[in-house]
């Protein structure tokens, strides 16, 4: 009478009896708590999409990773280390994406995570050509301030790059993609597997396969003069010798204090890269954040007050 399918109309309860027929365990999430709704994208072993929780209504991004083609591509670890940095950084920050749930069936992992509406932020440099300062200015620190916390939980990420910086609905920055993320144990040391993007490739990956959380940093350096030059400052691994030499330049207008900030991030030294230094160091975290590019900022309010137009 009411016009709802007699389906939507069942209480939660019920649902999960009826479920644990098919492949959840005792009450744990299945894909029968969600309705998919519409296919958000593609990766390389992966299909994300939109599913609305059956009970609350919420919607999320559900990512779906085939198991016969992680094993076929023996990528098993990608999904795991995906998963465990995720569970690592947990609810702790806005900027981060946040996995809620995951479980399996047959043939499927899935991971509920948060949903960023408004898709990556590469899509709309491509389409912008370049962002106006006053919102580089803003993503820049809204990546430096989730860099923080992921550092702070002994997470580097190893592949930042626009395509893993989303949007959500209110154009806040949500970054993804863990799968290349790496967890530190102690004190921060480096690791030696070649991962990463080559247009924010940095130095020491290239000359001795380490990359560390000083990594990250350079990548940051790379994404700002990307999105106020609108092209890559490196074009990847045919320009490595200009990698190592810091030949780079900019483009007439790139605003003075963006390029002071960006030499201070492609620094060769991952030691002395902005952000990167040891606390209390003139490269550490309160350095960077304390750069003029940033000084119009304000730290407490960059995830409640809304976005600068993207334009
Ligand atoms: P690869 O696995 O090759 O690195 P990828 O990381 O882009 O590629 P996925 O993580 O499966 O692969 O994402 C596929 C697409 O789905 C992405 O291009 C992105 O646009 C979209 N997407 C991923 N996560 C979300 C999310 N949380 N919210 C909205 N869209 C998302």
Same mark, same amino acid.
């Given at each position: 009478?009411?016009?709802?399918?007699?389906?939507?109309?069942?209480?939660?309860?019920?649902?999960?009896?009826?479920?644990?027929?098919?492949?959840?365990?005792?009450?744990?999430?299945?894909?029968?708590?969600?309705?998919?709704?519409?296919?958000?994208?593609?990766?390389?072993?992966?299909?994300?999409?939109?599913?609305?929780?059956?009970?609350?209504?919420?919607?999320?991004?559900? !990512?779906?990773?085939d198991k016969a083609?992680?094993?076929?591509?023996?990528?098993?670890?990608?999904?795991?280390?995906?998963?465990?940095?995720?569970?690592?950084?947990?609810?702790?920050?806005?900027?981060?994406?946040?996995?809620?749930?995951?479980?399996q069936d047959e043939w499927s992992?899935?991971?509920?995570?948060?949903?960023?509406?408004?898709?990556?932020?590469?899509?709309?440099?491509?389409?912008?050509?370049?962002?106006?300062?006053?919102?580089?200015? @803003?993503?820049?620190?809204?990546?430096?301030?989730?860099?923080?916390?992921?550092?702070? !939980?002994?997470?580097?990420?190893?592949?930042?790059?626009?395509?893993?910086?989303?949007?959500?609905?209110?154009?806040?920055?949500?970054?993804?993609?863990?799968?290349?993320?790496?967890?530190?144990?102690?004190?921060?040391?480096?690791?030696?597997?070649?991962?990463?993007?080559?247009?924010?490739?940095?130095?020491?990956?290239?000359?001795?396969?380490?990359?560390?959380?000083?990594?990250?940093?350079?990548?940051?350096?790379?994404?700002?003069?990307?999105?106020?030059?609108?092209?890559?400052?490196?074009?990847?691994?045919?320009?490595?010798?200009?990698?190592?030499?810091?030949? @780079?330049?900019?483009?007439?207008?790139?605003?003075?204090?963006?390029?002071?900030?960006?030499?201070?991030?492609?620094?060769?030294?991952?030691?002395?890269?902005?952000?990167?230094?040891?606390?209390?160091?003139?490269?550490?975290?309160?350095?960077?954040?304390?750069?003029?590019?940033?000084?119009?900022?304000?730290?407490?309010?960059?995830?409640?007050?809304?976005?600068?137009?993207?334009?």
């Amino acid at each position: 009478e009411l016009g709802y399918p007699e389906d939507e109309l069942r209480p939660p309860q019920s649902r999960t009896q009826s479920k644990s027929r098919n492949s959840s365990v005792n009450g744990r999430m299945s894909v029968e708590d969600f309705e998919f709704k519409e296919e958000l994208g593609q990766g390389s072993y992966s299909t994300v999409w939109l599913g609305k929780l059956l009970a609350t209504g919420q919607e999320y991004a559900i !990512k779906r990773i085939d198991k016969a083609h992680l094993k076929r591509h023996q990528k098993e670890q990608t999904a795991l280390a995906e998963k465990n940095t995720l569970v690592r950084l947990g609810s702790g920050h806005p900027g981060i994406v946040r996995l809620h749930w995951t479980f399996q069936d047959e043939w499927s992992l899935f991971f509920v995570l948060d949903l960023a509406r408004n898709g990556e932020l590469q899509t709309r440099i491509t389409r912008l050509g370049s962002l106006s300062i006053e919102c580089v200015r @803003y993503y820049a620190a809204q990546i430096v301030d989730a860099l923080g916390y992921m550092h702070s !939980k002994g997470v580097i990420h190893r592949d930042l790059k626009p395509e893993n910086l989303l949007l959500d609905d209110a154009f806040r920055i949500k970054i993804t993609d863990f799968g290349t993320g790496k967890l530190l144990d102690s004190g921060g040391e480096p690791t030696k597997t070649f991962v990463g993007t080559a247009q924010y490739v940095s130095p020491e990956l290239l000359e001795h396969n380490e990359s560390s959380k000083s990594s990250d940093f350079w990548a940051l350096g790379c994404i700002i003069y990307q999105m106020i030059a609108g092209r890559f400052v490196f074009r990847g691994l045919a320009d490595w010798q200009k990698i190592k030499q810091l030949e @780079y330049s900019f483009p007439e207008g790139f605003d003075e204090q963006a390029q002071d900030l960006v030499r201070k991030l492609l620094v060769r030294d991952p030691d002395q890269r902005l952000g990167a230094g040891p606390p209390g160091s003139p490269y550490d975290m309160q350095a960077l954040r304390s750069h003029p590019f940033f000084a119009s900022i304000n730290w407490r309010t960059l995830w409640t007050a809304p976005a600068p137009p993207l334009e």
